[in-house]
């Protein structure tokens, strides 16, 4: 008796494994769930934690033992998905960033989000000139340590603040101006939505790029925002797709493919290699989700997406959530009090603000980190957001849109077009979540290539002797840019896929006549049964079926029945 309790008391423990999950505050929610759970049932333990309601935004982000990322599939069990052994790591990160962030119904939604773009900031994912950059990090200093106190702030307070990767002394001056003079009085609810109002005009909102490289071997970001689709190269931005526009997207193995139209007549075809195979399914898989969510009306417009045209090949995968419309009219009819937000101040070095409602359900408390790159726990070092950054000059989306257009039908244009500003704020590159260590020679030139002074100061002496050098080479990147999109594919490239046509209809064609040849004999098989139905009937009784019937199958059946008796008595006698 007692070992048959002990025994099930193991296997429930089996049947069990602790997961944790890394909140947008740093802080960690740590619970136990069943082996089979789905993702779903994590992502609804934490929203409940968070007392969130709007949680359509949001996503749980891991990395495999590869040092992939994933977004966990909220359809699919946790355990399967992982490829790691218990427990699990995961984190909790804005998979949907809201097009318009005040429209958003909830303060604690919008709360979440900034922590999210504060995060995308410090990263460098979220690039700006100079005076947005001061004026964002100002926001930040006043929604976090409230209005400027002579008696608490001394001189050069703001430097014991970490907003950027890199910044200047008189960064950190300017930030300390706008914090002291323009922004008295703002609570910390105001300060968070002008933060956000700020960053969703710039270019490079909503962007998690990933590392690829074009079909000329130069290296290059993909990503994929609130306004569509985006290819970052070098200090510029080369291409900008609108969702409306993006008609398919497709890969094959490490190759990625963006297919579109611009003005009902003109189509465009992108092609951009990623480091591995794992990397540009989970590229693909990010592009479909987004395109599905701010594209679409309605979630049963929703289609099951294949990765390849070809028959029996590629990946099959569908969006499984809620599209941004419907999010926005669900938002709309909600009718409680607003939960309360506990903000807690901001620490030296870095943002790091918590959230707390009420007692926390299994979560730890948070640990001191280090200023720039941190690491909890193993899984962790590579799991945080300090990912597929590239200094990119930025604009205003609607500048973007205007000018997206015109440097694709100009050549010239395309040089000068994608560059905003000389006086910008260019961060550091963050780590690499993908591995891509056969490359490492060429992403250390690409760091080089894409990198640019860390101060204002260093700026303005560099930027002279740069110009000369940089013209040259940014022109004959445009230009190439544009050949690509406007030049037919290789013959390489045609033969390949010629080949692989072939290939495909052959296929078609060999699994065609075995399922005609598998239905030629279930139809022998039921005429020469002893089945008494109707269309059987008539078909013994035609001509063709009586001289195929004693003709050829009555002496193969004889054959047969003689080869299975010869082979019977040569076994037994044996």
Same mark, same amino acid.
């Given at each position: 008796?007692?070992?048959?309790?002990?025994?099930?008391?193991?296997?429930?423990?089996?049947?069990?494994?602790?997961?944790?999950?890394?909140?947008?505050?740093?802080?960690?929610?740590?619970?136990?769930?069943?082996?089979?759970?789905?993702?779903?049932?994590?992502?609804?333990?934490?929203?409940?934690?968070?007392?969130?309601?709007?949680?359509?935004?949001?996503?749980?982000?891991?990395?495999?033992?590869?040092?992939?990322?994933?977004?966990?599939?909220?359809?699919?069990?946790?355990?399967?998905?992982?490829?790691?052994?218990?427990?699990?790591?995961?984190?909790?990160?804005?998979?949907?960033?809201?097009?318009?962030?005040?429209?958003?119904?909830?303060?604690?939604?919008?709360?979440? &989000?900034?922590?999210?773009?504060?995060?995308?900031?410090?990263?460098?994912?979220?690039?700006?000139?100079?005076?947005?950059?001061?004026?964002?990090?100002?926001?930040?200093?006043?929604?976090?340590?409230?209005?400027?106190?002579?008696?608490?702030?001394?001189?050069?307070?703001?430097?014991?603040?970490?907003?950027?990767?890199?910044?200047?002394?008189?960064?950190?001056?300017?930030?300390?101006?706008?914090?002291?003079?323009?922004?008295?009085?703002?609570?910390?609810?105001?300060?968070?939505?002008?933060?956000?109002?700020?960053?969703?005009?710039?270019?490079?909102?909503?962007?998690?790029?990933?590392?690829?490289?074009?079909?000329?071997?130069?290296?290059?970001?993909?990503?994929?925002?609130?306004?569509?689709?985006?290819?970052?190269?070098?200090?510029?931005? &080369?291409?900008?797709?609108?969702?409306?526009?993006?008609?398919?997207?497709?890969?094959?193995?490490?190759?990625?493919?963006?297919?579109?139209?611009?003005?009902?007549?003109?189509?465009?075809?992108?092609?951009?290699?990623?480091?591995?195979?794992?990397?540009?399914?989970?590229?693909?898989?990010?592009?479909?989700?987004?395109?599905?969510?701010?594209?679409?009306?309605?979630?049963?417009?929703?289609?099951?997406?294949?990765?390849?045209?070809?028959?029996?090949?590629?990946?099959?995968?569908?969006?499984?959530?809620?599209?941004?419309?419907?999010?926005?009219?669900?938002?709309?009819?909600?009718?409680?009090?607003?939960?309360?937000?506990?903000?807690? %101040?901001?620490?030296?070095?870095?943002?790091?603000?918590?959230?707390?409602?009420?007692?926390?359900?299994?979560? &730890?408390?948070?640990?001191?980190?280090?200023? &720039?790159?941190?690491?909890?726990?193993?899984?962790?070092?590579?799991?945080?957001?300090?990912?597929?950054?590239?200094?990119?000059?930025?604009?205003?989306?609607?500048?973007?849109?205007?000018?997206?257009?015109?440097?694709?039908?100009? %050549?010239?244009?395309?040089?000068?077009?994608?560059?905003?500003?000389?006086?910008?704020?260019?961060?550091?590159?963050?780590?690499?979540?993908?591995?891509?260590?056969?490359?490492?020679?060429?992403?250390?030139?690409?760091?080089?290539?894409?990198?640019?002074?860390?101060?204002?100061?260093?700026?303005?002496?560099?930027?002279?002797?740069?110009?000369?050098? %940089?013209?040259?080479?940014?022109?004959?990147?445009?230009?190439?840019?544009?050949?690509?999109?406007?030049?037919?594919?290789?013959?390489?490239?045609?033969?390949?896929?010629?080949?692989?046509?072939?290939?495909?209809?052959?296929?078609?064609?060999?699994?065609?006549?075995?399922?005609?040849?598998?239905?030629?004999?279930?139809?022998?098989?039921?005429?020469?049964?002893?089945?008494?139905?109707?269309?059987?009937?008539?078909?013994?009784?035609?001509?063709?079926?009586?001289?195929?019937?004693?003709?050829?199958?009555?002496?193969?059946?004889?054959?047969?029945?003689?080869?299975?008796?010869?082979?019977?008595?040569?076994?037994?006698?044996?």
């Amino acid at each position: 008796m007692l070992s048959r309790l002990m025994s099930s008391s193991v296997r429930s423990l089996d049947r069990e494994c602790n997961c944790t999950v890394r909140l947008l505050d740093d802080s960690e929610y740590t619970c136990t769930i069943q082996r089979d759970a789905k993702g779903q049932y994590l992502f609804d333990l934490i929203c409940h934690h968070l007392n969130l309601l709007e949680k359509d935004y949001f996503g749980i982000r891991y990395v495999d033992p590869d040092k992939q990322r994933h977004w966990l599939e909220f359809t699919k069990s946790i355990a399967k998905q992982m490829k790691s052994q218990p427990p699990f790591t995961m984190c909790l990160r804005v998979k949907f960033y809201p097009p318009d962030p005040a429209a958003l119904k909830e303060e604690i939604t919008r709360y979440l &989000v900034f922590l999210q773009v504060k995060r995308d900031l410090y990263h460098g994912r979220l690039l700006c000139k100079t005076s947005d950059a001061a004026l964002l990090a100002a926001y930040i200093l006043q929604a976090e340590i409230g209005d400027y106190d002579p008696g608490k702030h001394p001189e050069g307070y703001s430097s014991k603040f970490q907003f950027f990767p890199k910044h200047s002394e008189k960064l950190e001056r300017r930030i300390a101006e706008i914090h002291k003079t323009e922004l008295i009085g703002q609570s910390p609810e105001t300060s968070e939505l002008n933060f956000l109002q700020k960053a969703q005009t710039l270019e490079t909102y909503g962007v998690d790029p990933h590392p690829c490289k074009d079909v000329s071997g130069n290296p290059a970001f993909l990503a994929f925002t609130p306004f569509g689709f985006t290819v970052l190269q070098g200090n510029r931005r &080369v291409h900008f797709l609108k969702w409306e526009e993006v008609t398919k997207l497709k890969f094959e193995a490490k190759t990625f493919h963006i297919y579109a139209t611009q003005n009902e007549d003109r189509k465009i075809i992108l092609t951009y290699f990623a480091p591995t195979p794992e990397a540009c399914k989970h590229l693909w898989k990010c592009g479909v989700e987004n395109q599905a969510f701010y594209k679409l009306e309605k979630s049963s417009q929703v289609r099951t997406v294949s990765s390849s045209n070809l028959f029996f090949k590629g990946s099959r995968f569908r969006y499984s959530g809620k599209v941004a419309k419907e999010v926005m009219e669900q938002s709309a009819r909600i009718k409680r009090d607003p939960p309360e937000i506990h903000r807690a %101040g901001m620490v030296p070095s870095r943002s790091c603000p918590s959230i707390t409602h009420g007692p926390r359900l299994t979560s &730890v408390p948070r640990t001191r980190r280090r200023a &720039v790159h941190i690491s909890i726990m193993e899984g962790l070092e590579s799991l945080r957001d300090s990912a597929h950054s590239t200094p990119v000059r930025s604009v205003s989306h609607g500048d973007s849109f205007m000018s997206s257009r015109g440097h694709l039908e100009d %050549g010239s244009e395309a040089s000068t077009s994608g560059v905003i500003s000389d006086e910008t704020y260019s961060p550091s590159d963050s780590v690499l979540p993908t591995p891509v260590a056969e490359h490492g020679a060429e992403l250390s030139s690409a760091r080089h290539l894409n990198g640019a002074p860390c101060s204002i100061d260093e700026e303005k002496e560099s930027g002279a002797r740069a110009l000369k050098e %940089g013209q040259a080479g940014e022109f004959r990147a445009g230009r190439r840019a544009l050949r690509v999109v406007r030049s037919r594919p290789s013959q390489g490239a045609d033969v390949e896929d010629l080949n692989k046509f072939i290939l495909s209809v052959l296929r078609l064609f060999l699994v065609t006549i075995g399922l005609l040849f598998a239905l030629l004999l279930l139809l022998i098989m039921l005429t020469e049964s002893d089945l008494d139905i109707a269309f059987l009937r008539d078909i013994r009784k035609t001509p063709e079926f009586q001289q195929f019937h004693f003709e050829y199958f009555c002496p193969l059946r004889r054959w047969f029945a003689c080869k299975l008796r010869w082979m019977g008595g040569f076994l037994v006698s044996k």
